[in-house]
């Protein structure tokens, strides 16, 4: 390797891992507050409460999965125009975006919530459960559009490279939700419902510090109009519908596993909410790295320097894996006061003890999906991402949780989940290599056929 070749990644790993901590740390306050919401639910001395949230997390997921798709159309098409020089442009696919967050946030609620016990009995929520799921879900999800212009506005300070103010951003929603849990779940004995309206004054904190210096700094949107959104509804779709298809694969494969998780009783479930908590929690720096990774590919491939695509590329892997083997060993360490802190016992128990042992490492592969699926949203290929998220939580997931609750329960179904992440993981990498590799050739792009009508969306602005 050149020495030029060694300075180019040192110098975009060290660009990669600013990006990513920076992003972590505002992404881990408010992981960390879903962390604390769980401690103190379990505190309230009530399996069911646990149970309940480990649900409606399930359909709460997807929505916010609606919202991470349109945040990655808005900072994959901003990083693009900037890296263009075409700063006009960058304000108005930002504000058309947020049109298209606000929009479906009030659409998908009115779909959701007159179905939305039938859809947690679905998941296998039953009796105090089912009314406890659907009340917390009542409270939030109505809260979708306040948090579809958070995350969007959030994308554009990333896109523009502000890191800092978007970590500050979540950050300070992290505050607010943690002030008002204890307030509201027992200094005004809400309970679950006080937990709910914590996370929902949350988001309106987190909309607001946002949208400031987005505007104040950057100048980061333009002034609204329907015939732009118009206008750019086709590059923007062009983006977000296979993000948000990819996104929302992932709460899926989580009904999968709840529904077969749900057969071992209320113990297995509340085991399952405390891992969807403790994961993203351990996890944030992973989790934001696929945020933080995709406007640095975005800038470059918008600059035509398909080299330093790559080394990016390769820097967030090397991330990752250095990130996932620290972390698996502190949990590791710390397996059993993470138990004691939830009082955990019994099915809840072995399935924390299990996370925090050999499934930790599995995150590694998880992040290797993520760093190839924001490749493939800032090269222009979005279907891929599509392609290996939904195949890794559908036949990735179904099949091997069969097997894995046959062969040993509760703690099986994770196991098998994380098998299949492991297959689609090395998918991911393959095909996102072979992306690069005809991009840096110039050799022509080789399209499924309906990527290539999504593909043909981006030239608008003559990209």
Not at 245 to 259: D, H, K, Q, W, Y
Not at 380 to 393: C, D, K, V
């Amino acid at each position: 390797m050149s020495a030029h070749a060694v300075f180019l990644e040192g110098s975009l790993m060290r660009h990669v891992v600013r990006m990513s901590l920076t992003s972590s740390v505002g992404l881990m306050a408010m992981f960390a507050v879903d962390f604390v919401d769980m401690v103190f639910i379990s505190m309230l001395g009530n399996d069911a409460l646990a149970a309940a949230v480990g649900y409606a997390a399930t359909i709460l997921f997807f929505t916010n999965a609606i919202n991470i798709g349109l945040s990655i159309a808005a900072g994959s098409l901003v990083a693009r125009a900037i890296g263009a020089d075409n700063d006009q442009d960058a304000s108005e696919y930002a504000t058309n975006v947020a049109g298209f967050a606000i929009l479906t946030g009030l659409l998908v609620p009115l779909l959701i919530l007159p179905n939305c016990s039938s859809l947690l009995t679905i998941l296998g929520a039953q009796d105090d459960v089912l009314d406890l799921a659907g009340r917390y879900v009542s409270i939030i999800l109505p809260s979708m559009s306040i948090m579809g212009i958070a995350m969007t506005a959030m994308a554009v300070l990333r896109a523009h490279g502000d890191a800092r103010r978007s970590m500050m951003v979540t950050l300070y929603g992290g505050i607010v939700n943690a002030v008002l849990d204890p307030i509201l779940i027992f200094g005004l004995d809400m309970g679950l419902d006080g937990a709910a309206w914590a996370s929902v004054a949350a988001r309106i904190a987190m909309a607001a510090l946002a949208i400031y210096p987005a505007i104040k700094v950057f100048g980061g949107f333009a002034l609204p109009s329907l015939a732009a959104m118009k206008r750019d509804f086709a590059p923007i779709s062009g983006i977000a519908v296979p993000a948000v298809l990819t996104n929302v694969a992932t709460p899926v494969g989580s009904a999968i596993v709840i529904r077969f998780v749900a057969g071992f009783g209320n113990e297995a479930v509340a085991g399952m909410a405390v891992i969807g908590r403790l994961t993203p929690l351990a996890f944030a720096v992973v989790f934001a790295l696929s945020g933080a990774i995709g406007p640095i590919i975005g800038q470059n491939f918008g600059a035509k320097r398909p080299d330093r695509v790559r080394v990016a590329f390769i820097a967030g892997i090397k991330f990752v894996a250095v990130f996932v083997i620290g972390m698996s060993a502190l949990l590791f360490l710390l397996r059993i006061p993470i138990a004691d802190l939830f009082k955990a016992s019994g099915e809840t128990r072995d399935l924390i003890y299990l996370f925090c042992g050999p499934l930790a490492l599995a995150s590694f592969f998880n992040g290797v999906i993520f760093v190839a699926n924001a490749s493939f949203n800032n090269l222009g290929h979005p279907l891929y991402s599509t392609m290996i998220n939904w195949g890794r939580n559908t036949v990735g997931t179904w099949p091997f949780a069969i097997v894995g609750a046959h062969m040993a329960g509760a703690s099986g179904v994770l196991v098998g989940q994380a098998f299949g992440g492991v297959v689609f993981a090395i998918l991911a990498w393959w095909l996102a290599y072979r992306v690069m590799t005809r991009a840096s050739v110039g050799a022509p792009e080789d399209h499924f056929v309906t990527e290539g009508r999504f593909h043909a969306l981006f030239t608008r602005r003559g990209w």
